[in-house]
Nanobody, 125 residues
Framework: QVQLVESGGGSVQSGGSLRLTCVAS????????LGWFRQPPGKEREGVSC????????YYKDSVKGRFTISRDNDKNILYLQMNSLKPEDTAMYYC??????????????????WGQGTQVTVSS
């Protein structure tokens, strides 16, 4: 079992920045890919970004490319999402998740077994 706890959400104005943090309860370095997902109000959950176990490979949803940066610290079991140039359409509940790693990359549509409770991000215009 892996427990994930997100933090760092909040309310910002358009163009602002936030850094989300996800702390894992156990070592996830070589066994899991990690990802960030979000669920906007009234919409389905969508994948935002994921990162391979080594941190060397990552994926970004098109709408966040160039604005969001995912990273992980395997020594501290922490996943980050740096979000810059935020837009109102980024408003959502953000979740981190972990999926077993089966290679060198990451898959945003993989089988994520463990999920955090979420942290709310609200961007006003």
């Amino acid at each position: 079992q892996v427990q994930l706890v997100e933090s760092g959400g909040g309310s910002v104005q358009s163009g602002g920045s936030l850094r989300l943090t996800c702390v894992a309860s156990k070592y996830v370095g070589t066994e899991y890919i990690l990802g960030w997902f979000r669920q906007p109000p009234g919409k389905e959950r969508e994948g935002v970004s994921c990162i391979s176990w080594s941190g060397e490979r990552s994926y970004y949803k098109d709408s966040v490319k160039g604005r969001f940066t995912i990273s992980r610290d395997n020594d501290k079991n922490i996943l980050y999402l740096q979000m810059n140039s935020l837009k109102p359409e980024d408003t959502a509940m953000y979740y981190c998740a972990a999926a077993p790693s089966n290679g060198a990359g990451c898959e945003i549509d993989g089988d994520y077994d463990y999920w955090g409770q979420g942290t709310q991000v609200t961007v006003s215009s």
